[in-house]
């Protein structure tokens, strides 16, 4: 099974709202990560997480914070978004060892900042 | 010049044709090779990883030169469902194990 879940699936939300992204995956992965795709491009990598720290930020804003609780779960805070941050928003996972590489994603959430 | 070059297409093909896509990838470092598609306005969804020596599952055959740092797909006997984009991905090197780098993607429209 390699299935990782995302909620919300949409989310509108307004520039001064504070909302937070969820992933979960029970693959026993551990490394999970963040990252953002607007239409018709590919998806931009923002964060990684490696054994529940924090690995890679891809010189994302500080409106964007991560959190991964345990290594089941990853939260994405939003807050004073700008319209341009608009877009899909996808989680992913992967095995620490062996092919670390392989990563699975989550269905996404949509996301429209008014 | 982009670290992940495909074809963006859209490749538009008969049912039952057999159709190749081509990438490139500019870090002579990258390990790991990955094609990927995404039906739209879903998630990518993992196809196939890319071994040195090819590797084929079904319908699909991947390949792999590094020497000239590119990386091919090969579509069989092409289904609609097919109909898709098709994501190269490289890993980006050494010191960034987890850091995939994403092609734009290649469109494969397969008509009845």
């Known amino acids: 099974d390699t299935e990782v879940t995302q909620t919300p699936k949409h989310l509108v939300m307004g520039m001064t709202n504070k909302k937070s992204l969820k992933c979960e995956q029970h693959?026993?992965?551990?490394?999970m990560y963040w990252y953002k795709q607007k239409a018709k491009k590919p998806p931009e990598l923002m964060f990684v997480?490696?054994?529940?720290?924090?690995?890679i930020n891809e010189s994302v804003p500080s409106r964007f914070s991560p959190e991964c609780p345990n290594s089941s779960l990853l939260n994405l805070h939003l807050h004073a978004l700008q319209p341009e941050d608009s877009a899909l928003y996808l989680c992913?996972?992967?095995?620490?060892?062996?092919?670390?590489?392989?990563?699975?994603f989550g269905p996404g959430t949509r996301l429209t900042v008014t | 010049r982009k670290e992940v070059e495909q074809d963006p297409g859209p490749f538009n093909v008969p049912e039952g044709a057999t159709v190749a896509f081509n990438c490139t990838y500019s870090?002579?470092?990258?390990?790991?090779f990955f094609w990927y598609r995404q039906d739209c306005r879903k998630e990518p969804k993992l196809l196939m990883s890319?071994?040195?020596s090819g590797n084929e599952d079904g319908r699909f055959t991947a390949q792999l030169n590094r020497a000239s740092q590119y990386i091919s797909l090969l579509i069989r006997d092409s289904k609609l469902s097919d109909s898709a984009t098709y994501l190269c991905?490289?890993?980006?090197?050494?010191?960034?194990?987890?850091?995939?780098?994403f092609g734009s993607g290649t469109r494969l429209l397969v008509r009845p």
């Open positions: 992913a996972s992967s095995h620490g060892t062996g092919n670390p590489y392989e990563q699975y």
């Open positions: 991905v490289v890993n980006y090197g050494m010191d960034s194990s987890y850091k995939l780098i």
């Open positions: 870090n002579s470092a990258s390990q790991s």
């Open positions: 693959m026993g992965h551990r490394a």
């Open positions: 890319v071994y040195s």
């Open positions: 997480y490696s054994y529940e720290k924090l690995s």
